[in-house]
């Protein structure tokens, strides 16, 4: 397993709600800023949302703002991603990724300067 390994994934119907984990080891958690990225079938990895260091701060995709809530819990190293009333358009694989500051919005959008990716978990909203 590497640094980061997420968990939650599964399938749910439209409407629902999935809690997603992603564990680190203390090395690569330690101080790092969190966020978690997904990729549709055919499409692009997309940001989905991040959360610094000490939880003050976050930044959300338009696209899941209202619905997604990025949380950490520094004594576990793991962050989560609640996502509640689901829709088909968020089916993709999830995954989480760790860099040493909290930086600007856009370097998060970007993808660039992640010292660790998770392998993803995979997340299917059916109607």
């Known amino acids: 397993q590497g640094p980061l390994v997420e968990s939650g994934g599964g399938a749910v119907q439209a409407g629902e709600s999935l809690r997603l984990s992603c564990v680190a080891s203390?090395?690569?958690?330690?101080?790092?800023?969190m966020g978690w990225y997904r990729q549709a079938p055919g499409k692009e990895r997309e940001f989905v949302a991040a959360?610094?260091?000490?939880?003050?701060?976050?930044y959300y995709a338009d696209s899941v703002s209202g619905r997604f809530t990025i949380n950490r819990d520094n004594a576990k190293n793991t962050a989560y991603l609640q996502m509640d009333d689901l829709k088909l358009e968020d089916t993709a694989v999830y995954t989480c990724?760790?860099?040493?500051?909290?930086?600007?919005?856009?370097?998060?959008?970007?993808?660039?300067?992640?010292?660790?990716w998770g392998k993803g978990t995979v997340v299917t909203v059916s109607s």
């Open positions: 203390k090395q690569a958690f330690l101080g790092s800023a």
């Open positions: 959360i610094s260091w000490g939880g003050g701060s976050t």
């Open positions: 990724a760790a860099r040493g500051d909290f930086s600007a919005r856009t370097i998060w959008n970007s993808g660039y300067g992640m010292n660790h």
